[in-house]
């Protein structure tokens, strides 16, 4: 169980904060390499787009637990 205090922490904020800059800085990213996905067939589009939905998960991963925790790995 993790124990957290009752202070206020600027993690949090400062996390939230640097969430979303990440995702607006990923959509972005994504939209600037939109044309050459959308010229493909559309079977062949699915899985980018999955790819791409799924991605950014990963990099919020470290992110995420050092706004629960305090700490980048586990």
Known sequence: ?????????????????LIVL????????????????????????LPVWLLLG???IFPMMPLVRWIETGRLRK
């Not at 169980?1 to 904060?17: H, I, Q």
């Open 1 to 17: 169980m993790l124990e957290t205090d009752n202070k206020p922490l600027l993690r949090k904020p400062l996390g939230v904060l």
């Open 22 to 45: 990440f995702l607006a800085l990923y959509a972005v990213i994504v939209a600037t390499i939109a044309a050459p996905i959308l010229k493909l067939h559309a079977l062949l589009q």
């Open 54 to 56: 799924i991605a950014w």
